[in-house]
């Protein structure tokens, strides 16, 4: 559940090849955390940051998963101009949005040439798509996705099921590729989850119907994978009409025929003096006589009438669910588990393939977890989870949902806890190395990096008395070299927005110089908190070792409801960030940090 990716056409190789663009992490040293326990032994829980193809590599074993549940970044706002690489028809702010997450590049042509190694019928439908879509974005998608593919199917056991949540624009590819991997026959539904109301396309120049649904891809592992039918309450049309009788209880009933549909011969007999139908009744004398004790046959006021079956409401366990999903409506605007992430998907909708697909001892895993709703399913229900996300501001959010679980075990993985974790982040990704840093100074407000970078990587908001709402500005540098000409550029920042302070977070050792520039800038010349440095340094061995610059007393997090507002772009975010007594603070294209927002 995934939306917003920039790292995840990292494709490491398994042939022992050059892997200098994104080194493999050992097992061993995979920095971890326990999340919501104090249990010293590892919770069967568990939650990756980092490239999922890595992970799942690395760290997901051999038919270890008996659910997995997908729901891949796609541009399914893209039109098939952009996705196909043709001229025309769309800006260019659109076609590089899709390449921003799935482009054929390196990372593409290395995830094809793998499979193409590996042989088979996927690497033959691989080679023929290529053919047909050339290097495309759609085809990057797709190769991307195939190498992840196989190796989802390698971790599921031989009851378990994959669901793939996508949108029609790539369903039909997709689903060639998944027939390849995990053979024809073990293909079980496409499953159409009417996701809002079919309103038709809204301008004038439509020419097409309107998109109204996505699909579900539903695959088995083996002839042993669990399911479990589903039921869903009755259409109240349906009760009015059918249930039209009541007994002496009040109980409510419908008549169902009680005739064998097929000739039977030893159910010819003669109850109560109705005689049976041609082919005989459809249950023996013994059970008709238990039927009769719990008064659920209806006896006509004339023999020569057909005995029937009594069907109590009470009694009907509901619709039986098909592959038309239309009863779990979207995230809505005033939906209290709505998160703001623009593809959230709603829980009911997981829980529902949880329990289809799995028994209580099952574990689910979700390799592009987002906002974390399969994880959160799946700690409701009562089974074990493993979640994935390249994205460090996923991790944290699904870390906020998980809260309200008394007792949830779990351990986060992959988030540096030394210096070489640090520098192997800011190598494999800069903006989240950025955000990762941010978090660990406390930033309540990220940047979204769309557009011009404008020096600021996130905010920190303190109350500061009589002069108002504070604020610091964050600025992160990963680089391995620095100059004192960042101290002065962030300067510069804090003095054209207004801040109040600033504070340069660095990866590599500042120079005296810099320190010596950031000295110079002198003092808060507002502060109702004593004298504050204007603009301080800190370095990610500072942090890590927990020393802080000097800071001014914080908000602590406080539960906050999200105030939906107009987004003018699908992956453009708005939040609010209020403070107690200072009103509301509006961050224009800002993410808020999970710790300030109020979940579920």
Known sequence: MTENLHAANHVPSRDGGDNSWLPVVDHARLPCQDGGSSVASAPANKLYFGDNLTMLREHVKDESVDLIYLDPPFNSNANYNVLFGEQGGNSEAQAEAFRDTWGWGEAASLAYHEVEKGGGETAVLLRALRTWLGESGMMAYLAMMTIRLQEMHRTLSHRGSLFLHCD???????????????????????????????????????????????????YARSSQSIFQRQYRPNNPEYISSKFTHVDASGRRYRLDNLTSPSMRPNLKYVYKGYQPPEKGWAVSLETMKKMDAEGRVHFPDLKTKRLQRKRFLDELPGETVDTLWDDIPPINSQAQERLGY???????????????????????????????????????????????????????????????????????????????????????????????????????????????????????????????????????????????????????????????????????????????????????????????????????????????????????????????????????????????????????????????????
């Open 342 to 600: 623009p593809t959230q998907k709603p829980l009911n909708l997981l829980e529902r393939i949880i329990n289809a697909a799995t028994l209580p001892d099952a574990t689910i895993l979700d390799p592009f977890c987002g906002c974390g709703t399969s994880v959160e399913a799946a700690e409701k229900l009562g089974r074990r989870w493993l979640g994935i996300d390249v994205t460090h501001y996923a991790i944290t959010l699904i870390e906020k949902r998980l809260s309200r679980y008394a007792g949830c075990n779990y351990r986060v993985y992959g988030r540096p806890t030394d210096l070489a974790g640090a520098h192997d982040l800011a190598r494999r990704d800069k903006y989240q190395f950025q955000w990762w840093a941010a978090w660990m100074l406390g930033a309540q407000t990220y940047e979204t990096k769309k557009g011009a970078d404008r020096g600021i990587d996130a905010n920190i908001y303190f109350a500061n008395g009589p002069y108002g709402l504070g604020r610091i500005i964050l600025s992160v540098k990963g680089g391995d070299h620095v100059s004192p000409a960042m101290v002065r550029e962030l300067s510069g920042v804090v003095q054209r927005e207004g801040a109040d302070m600033g504070i340069l977070v660095t990866l590599a050792e500042p120079t005296k110089s810099m320190r010596a520039d950031a000295s110079g800038a002198g003092f808060v010349s507002k502060s109702a908190h004593g004298k504050l440095p204007r603009i301080q340094i800190a370095t990610i061995e500072d942090l890590l070792d927990r020393r802080f610059p000097k800071l001014p007393p914080l908000p602590q997090p406080i539960e906050m409801v999200p105030r939906s507002r107009a987004m003018r772009d699908r992956d453009q975010l708005e939040f609010l960030l209020p403070i107690a007594g200072h009103g509301v603070l509006t961050d224009a294209g800002a993410f808020r940090d999970p710790k300030f927002m109020k979940v579920g």
């Open 168 to 218: 029609p624009t790539a369903s039909h590819y997709l689903k060639l590729i998944l027939d390849s991997i995990f053979g024809h026959d073990c293909f079980r539904n496409e499953i159409i989850w009417k996701r809002k109301a079919g309103r038709g396309e809204t301008n004038n120049a439509a020419i097409r119907f309107g998109v109204s649904h996505d699909d579900i891809l539903f």
